[in-house]
């Protein structure tokens, strides 16, 4: 399973698939299936379909990201 780093959050798109999600949370694939299924996955859920979508802002606040934007200002001036 690879964890995701905070350098990664910034390039998250406005939602991310379960797998996606598990990763910045440290689980397993099949177990965030799971959670998503009973309904206990620890942020907000989408389903579309047979397809589970996670709200980026959902999972922003369950980590405790709170300032995205200066993510995004130290990420760029490591590339500069």
Known sequence: MKLMKYAEVPDLPTVVDIVTAAHALGLSRSH?????????????????GTRYRVPTASLLRLIEVEDVAALIGAKDSRRL
Request: charged share 35%.
């Open 32 to 48: 965030a299936y799971e959670l998503a299924k009973r309904g206990d996955f620890p942020c907000r859920v989408i389903r579309v």
